[in-house]
């Protein structure tokens, strides 16, 4: 009965180890007939994410153009507005100057004391006519009365500025 139990377990065995040679070589088939990306695949797909990244610096630079713009007319509105509140609380007149050789403007006092001065970007220009120069009186209104013209990226602004109240608006010219 030993004889005839140890040729069983040998059979066994034999056929255990048919099943995992198979196994083997299937596993070994399975792996080699998997295909990964091959060079030219791979350039393809980075010539494809560098074509579309290279369209995206125009639009920034357009949306860039755009906060430069916004940025520049709220800044010098604010500035007006500074220089008209300094005429209101000391009850004195606040100077605007502006000088277009040096692309600067200014806030200061009758002594030529400066509160506040600015360089003016690049791709700015201001024209003032004949209100380059003009103050603030003690109660918070203008001397005169006028326009500044401001063009920022090839757009027009207008800053009106009201005698009367001191008041300015600032408007955008159509094309």
């Known amino acids: 009965m030993e004889g005839r139990l ?4 040998v059979t066994q065995l034999s056929k255990s180890e048919g099943k995992i040679n198979r196994i083997k070589t299937s596993l070994l088939n399975r792996q080699s007939n998997q295909a990964g990306f091959t060079l030219i695949e791979v350039l393809l797909i980075l010539f494809i994410i560098v074509t579309m990244l290279m369209s995206l610096p125009p639009l920034f630079h357009s949306v860039q153009n755009t906060i430069n713009e916004k940025y520049f007319l709220q800044q ?3 500035d007006l507005f500074y ?3 300094l005429a209101l609380s000391r009850r004195r007149a606040v100077y605007y100057q502006y000088d277009s050789n040096k692309k600067i403007y200014k806030i200061t006092d009758h002594r030529g004391n400066v509160y506040l001065q600015r360089q003016v970007p690049d791709d700015v220009v201001i024209s003032h006519g004949h209100l380059a120069n003009f103050r603030f009186v003690g109660d918070g209104n203008i001397n005169r009365f006028g326009n500044i013209w401001v063009q920022v990226n090839g757009k027009k602004y207008q800053i009106f500025i009201s005698i009367g109240s001191g008041r300015f608006e600032i408007f955008e010219e159509s094309s």
């Open 6 to 9: 140890l040729s069983l377990m």
């Open 76 to 78: 010098y509105e604010e």
């Open 83 to 85: 220089a008209q509140s």
